[in-house]
């Protein structure tokens, strides 16, 4: 079965008839003891073998020792859909999806909608999405973003720039705006030819690690310093828009134009 010519998918809350199975049955095997459990998900197979799992969601316990299980689309997004390149719509939220994001989505071109919103997907956000700058992009409600994360753990720059339609897009804490500034400044001032540019407009790198910035404790930058870096081009409008910013040093650079 070729899917090359697939356009649309849709697999959004696909949950199926719920399936009981008593604990003490000689073909029931759960991987949990109606007795003990105490929540996550559950997996049984049934008389002819099939497995079926449910997350917490869909577990029931009765009292007469019965699991009722409510399963739901689970497991992995292939990378396979990497070659489905008519795709303009793929919605496989609100399922038990697990694993990370496929990179491989990036190269679906003519996407419109990804919601890959409320599953259990771990790992980063790939910053091959960031070329879906004509799409909806939704991962809000996944392990990747309700889970614990280290406080400077940010969204791919390139898709906090340049897709209007990813739903973190203005979540400050996903996608810092001044980052989005600063890499208007690199632009500008042909960032690729600083004698030291550790740092900048990487992906996944918060903007105060750039080398020559400085930020206050709320992750709002109080100074920039990059005197004899090799700067040329001009000075980027986006530097007025630094609202907490207090010292400049760009001396002994070759940068022409207006003062923003």
């Avoid at 090359?4 to 809350?13: A, D, I, M, N, Y």
């Avoid at 949950?15 to 049984?44: M, N, P």
């Avoid at 996407?111 to 992009?137: C, K, Q, R, W």
């Avoid at 001032?189 to 550790?198: D, F, I, P, V, Y």
Wanted: net charge negative; glycine share 8%; with cysteine.
């Amino acid at each position: 079965l070729s899917l090359v010519r697939l356009r649309e998918l849709k697999l959004s809350h696909n949950t199926q008839e719920r399936q009981c199975f008593q604990f003490y049955s000689e073909y029931a095997r759960c991987d949990a003891s109606v007795h003990t459990y105490k929540g996550g998900d559950v997996c049984c197979h049934r008389e002819d073998g099939k497995k079926v799992c449910s997350d917490e969601a869909g577990v029931k316990v009765h009292e007469d020792s019965r699991f009722c299980l409510t399963p739901i689309l689970r497991g992995p997004i292939p990378a396979g859909f990497g070659n489905t390149p008519y795709m303009e719509v793929l919605d496989v939220s609100n399922n038990l999806l697990t694993g990370n994001i496929p990179p491989e989505i990036g190269l679906l071109s003519r996407i419109e909608l990804l919601d890959l919103s409320n599953n259990t997907l771990t790992g980063s956000i790939p910053s091959t999405l960031g070329v879906l700058v004509n799409a909806a992009v939704l991962v809000k409600d996944n392990i990747i973003i309700t889970g614990q994360h280290k406080d400077d753990q940010v969204a791919p720059l390139s898709i906090c720039n340049d897709v209007r339609g990813f739903d973190l897009f203005h979540d400050p804490m996903w996608c810092p705006p001044e980052r989005n500034l600063m890499r208007k400044f690199y632009d500008e001032a042909k960032g690729q030819e600083w004698t030291n540019s550790t740092g900048w407009v990487d992906e996944f790198n918060n903007h105060c690690k750039w080398y020559g910035v400085e930020c206050n404790e709320e992750g709002l930058i109080v100074s920039l310093m990059l005197g004899n870096g090799g700067l040329s081009g001009r000075i980027s409008d986006a530097i007025g828009n630094l609202t907490s910013l207090q010292k400049i040093d760009l001396p002994e650079n070759d940068l022409k134009g207006s003062i923003p």
